[in-house]
């Protein structure tokens, strides 16, 4: 059974799934995405995935006409149809096909993708003892960071940098020296018991595993301040940490030659490990 792709409508076998060549995503990066986690079958966080897409079409005037209700159903046949219990839905909303002109086309039709490829998140159990190294780099992205769009050529290169320096992540880093975020991840850092991370503004993304991570730390009563830090005041932390939503919780035990903390995972991020652990497993029944 070949591997399908949802693409305007149709299931499509994998290797042949395509878009126009004239699609404003491929030519302008006029497109919106979200990264969703399937663990046991099941879509984790769904609903804030689906709202924070209907946001950003609001915010660039994409006309999505497809309801929330048709959206899960298709989302969820093509789950079905591909048969992986654990896996990332990826999907990609474009404001369409037109002849190539910067401007918006009269009456464009939205391209609707989504792809299902098998994800093991056991290999994050593992990470999760052991902690992960990061890198730095400048920020160098456009300044409205906080829509989720698929121009995405500064993260590819920060990402590459941390690849070629054997890190897991590159932290972008502000011209000011405020960590903002990774390249496909928020970053924290832990000072004297409290959680810190860079608030919600135009400079990050609105990560879905920040959101839950910051809601059961405030259950559990962790004090929180959402802040700009500095790369010098990271270096000094007790620990740090990032989530996403292929990472939904790794401890940050070097930030380029630097080991943090004691260099090995802390214990707010074991307790913090064990809260997202837990919530994984209430929505949708997986166990580390
Ligand atoms: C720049 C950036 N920050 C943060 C995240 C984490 O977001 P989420 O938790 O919704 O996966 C992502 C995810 O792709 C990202 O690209």
């Known amino acids: 059974m070949p591997q399908l792709a949802y693409v305007d409508g149709r299931l499509t076998p994998l290797r042949d799934a395509h878009v126009h060549v004239e699609d404003r995503g491929l030519q302008f990066a006029d497109a919106l995405y979200e990264v969703t986690a399937v663990l046991n079958g099941k879509m984790l966080d769904w609903p804030?995935?689906?709202?924070?897409?209907?946001?950003?079409?609001?915010a660039l005037f994409i006309d999505f006409a497809m309801s929330d209700a048709a959206l899960t159903l298709q989302a969820r046949r093509l789950i079905a149809v591909n048969g992986q219990a654990d896996a990332l839905l990826y999907l990609q909303l474009s404001r369409g096909t037109a002849k190539r002109d910067h401007g918006f086309p009269a009456n464009p039709r939205p391209t609707l993708v989504m792809t299902v490829r098998r994800f093991d998140f056991h290999q994050r159990t593992a990470q999760q003892k052991t902690g992960v190294k990061v890198i730095t780099?400048?920020?160098m992205r456009w300044r409205r960071v906080d829509m989720k769009t698929t121009g995405l050529l500064a993260n590819v290169l920060a990402k590459q940098d941390a690849r070629a320096a054997g890190a897991f992540e590159a932290w972008l880093v502000a011209p000011d020296n405020t960590v903002r975020e990774g390249g496909s991840?928020?970053?924290?850092?832990?000072?004297?018991?409290?959680?810190?991370?860079?608030?919600?503004?135009?400079?990050?993304?609105?990560?879905?595993?920040?959101?839950?991570?910051?809601?059961?730390?405030?259950?559990?009563?962790?004090?929180?301040?959402?802040?700009?830090?500095?790369?010098?005041?990271?270096?000094?932390?007790?620990?740090?940490?990032?989530?996403?939503?292929t990472a939904p919780l790794l401890p940050v035990v070097r930030i380029d030659e630097n080991a943090i903390g004691t260099g090995s995972p802390g214990p707010m991020a074991s307790r913090l490990a064990a809260l997202v652990s837990a919530e994984i497993t209430a929505q949708t029944g997986w166990r580390p």
């Open 48 to 58: 804030h995935h689906i709202a924070r897409l209907r946001r950003n079409c609001a």
């Open 185 to 245: 991840t928020n970053a924290y850092i832990v000072k004297a018991g409290r959680l810190i991370t860079h608030p919600l503004s135009e400079s990050i993304l609105p990560g879905i595993a920040r959101a839950t991570l910051l809601r059961l730390a405030r259950e559990a009563q962790i004090p929180i301040d959402e802040r700009p830090f500095s790369l010098a005041e990271a270096l000094a932390a007790d620990e740090a940490l990032l989530t996403s939503t």
């Open 137 to 139: 780099v400048n920020d």
